[in-house]
């Protein structure tokens, strides 16, 4: 999940650093800006949809009996990593 959310990320921060401002040609830049929203919604319906993925995931194996994905506190040490 990590790498997910480096990739997210990078693509947030390659979408800001793109200024279609610096492009001549009206048309292409309005295009160019069309196809920047286009990206910018998709990758956010794409984490969206990641997220609803893995809730219903945890869903079916709680139904199935088995334990979800542990909800871990970013930041708080275990009792694990105190011992290491």
């Not at 800006?33 to 990206?39: C, F, G, H």
């Not at 919604?41 to 334990?67: A, F, I, P, Y």
């Amino acid at each position: 999940m990590k790498q997910k959310q480096s990739f997210d990320s990078s693509v947030s921060v390659l979408l800001q650093a793109i200024d279609p401002s610096g492009i001549a040609a009206r048309t292409v830049r309005r295009t160019v800006e069309i196809l920047l929203n286009l990206v910018e919604e998709l990758n956010s319906q794409v984490k969206e949809l990641r997220e609803e993925n893995q809730r219903l995931r945890d869903e079916n194996n709680r139904l199935k009996g088995e334990q979800g994905k542990p909800a871990i506190k970013e930041g708080r040490s275990t009792k694990a990593a105190m011992l290491l």
